[in-house]
């Protein structure tokens, strides 16, 4: 089932999500629905604030070489926690949540989490480049942060008036 998508300014996406406790087929059926409308919106990640479950949940799927995403290449990401980061990394983000934007965001170039998998197994995964820059992504999301809150004061400003104007284009239809 495709989910709506929570979008700037909307406040809820500033909630800090809470840790999953219960690992049931209601989770399941949740990152199932992410996984497609994820699909639905051709993005590569979605976290559970994003569709208004306010759970440290995220899923991942970055597009291979010939820019197609297979399933299994998904990462369900529960209860994930940054435990090593190394090296920087500038990298243009999208969000599905901020539509049509798209900004240079300084991230870490490496990144080892811990996590657990739908079943509540616990993980590690140790990763660089675009996956450790969608994780971090991700994971602001789950804290309440958009890649728009991470841009230099001139660059947040230059968000703000495009994002006005569209806003504005959108009434006059």
């Excluded at 087929?25 to 199932?32: F, I, P, R, S």
């Excluded at 995220?58 to 197609?68: A, H, V």
């Excluded at 965001?105 to 996590?115: A, C, G, N």
């Amino acid at each position: 089932m495709i989910l709506p998508i929570l979008s700037y300014p909307d406040p809820r996406l500033k909630q800090q999500s809470s840790e999953v406790e219960v690992f049931d087929e209601e989770l399941h059926a949740l990152l199932g629905n992410m996984y497609e409308t994820m699909l639905d919106r051709e993005g590569v990640g979605l976290a559970g604030i994003q569709v208004n479950v306010p759970k440290r949940i995220l899923i991942i799927n970055i597009p291979r070489e010939d820019k197609t995403q297979h399933k299994e290449d998904l990462l369900e990401i529960i209860n994930p926690v940054i435990t090593k980061k190394e090296g920087e990394i500038y990298f243009t983000e999208g969000c599905l949540s901020v539509p049509n934007f798209y900004e240079d965001v300084l991230r870490y170039d490496e990144v080892e989490i811990s996590y657990q998998d739908r079943f509540g197994s616990p993980k590690t995964l140790h990763t660089q480049g675009y996956l450790a820059v969608a994780i971090q992504h991700e994971m602001d999301h789950l804290n309440g942060v958009l890649f728009v809150d991470r841009l230099s004061l001139m660059k947040r400003k230059k968000f703000e008036k495009e994002f006005k104007r569209e806003q504005r284009s959108k009434g006059k239809r």
